[in-house]
């Protein structure tokens, strides 16, 4: 079983819980365990929120350029017994010590990418220049019992 979806999303707080609903949705209709979907959930939600708060850019495109300054995209991938889930936008991109290493928890500011590694299997973080940061995140799904969408 193979699910994807993608979103195109302004960068405004009503588009977290947007988000977040449409993959509680997906993954409630494929039958995957409600804890690991809360999880995902969670992780997915502080993602978004870091896109809306710092993911612009600070300056006006070029000419003939998109403005995506007000803009984040989210990807999520179910695919056999695992989710994959990206978030990417246009800002300024991580600091070099987060994508290079987890920040500490008790830090003032970096403590929602430290809960998505957390709560995922797997994380990463990265920075296209010019063009944003990307994080992405995996967990191996469980299934329900009654699913009907079970990995095969």
Same mark, same amino acid.
């Given at each position: 079983?193979?699910?994807?979806?993608?979103?195109?999303?302004?960068?405004?707080?009503?588009?977290?819980?947007?988000?977040?609903?449409?993959?509680?949705?997906?993954? !409630?209709?494929?039958?995957?365990?409600?804890?690991?979907?809360?999880?995902?959930?969670?992780?997915?939600?502080?993602?978004?929120?870091?896109?809306?708060?710092?993911?612009?850019?600070?300056?006006?495109?070029?000419?003939? @350029?998109?403005? !995506?300054?007000?803009?984040?995209? &989210?990807?999520?991938?179910?695919d056999g017994?695992?989710?994959?889930? !990206?978030?990417?936008?246009s800002g300024?991109?991580?600091?070099?010590?987060?994508?290079?290493?987890?920040?500490?928890?008790?830090?003032?500011?970096?403590?929602?990418?430290?809960?998505?590694?957390?709560?995922?299997?797997? &994380?990463?973080?990265?920075?296209?220049?010019?063009?944003? @940061?990307? &994080?992405?995140?995996?967990?191996?799904?469980?299934?329900?019992?009654?699913?009907?969408?079970?990995?095969?």
């Amino acid at each position: 079983m193979s699910i994807w979806w993608s979103l195109h999303l302004r960068r405004e707080a009503a588009s977290v819980p947007l988000a977040r609903r449409l993959l509680l949705g997906t993954m !409630e209709t494929a039958g995957v365990d409600p804890d690991i979907s809360f999880d995902l959930s969670v992780a997915l939600s502080e993602a978004c929120a870091n896109a809306v708060e710092h993911g612009g850019r600070e300056a006006a495109p070029r000419a003939g @350029a998109p403005d !995506e300054t007000g803009a984040y995209q &989210v990807t999520a991938y179910l695919d056999g017994d695992r989710c994959r889930i !990206e978030v990417s936008d246009s800002g300024p991109g991580f600091p070099a010590a987060t994508v290079a290493r987890r920040r500490p928890c008790l830090a003032e500011h970096g403590r929602g990418l430290h809960l998505i590694a957390e709560l995922a299997d797997h &994380v990463r973080f990265r920075n296209r220049p010019g063009r944003g @940061a990307v &994080v992405s995140f995996d967990k191996m799904l469980k299934w329900r019992d009654d699913a009907l969408l079970k990995a095969s």
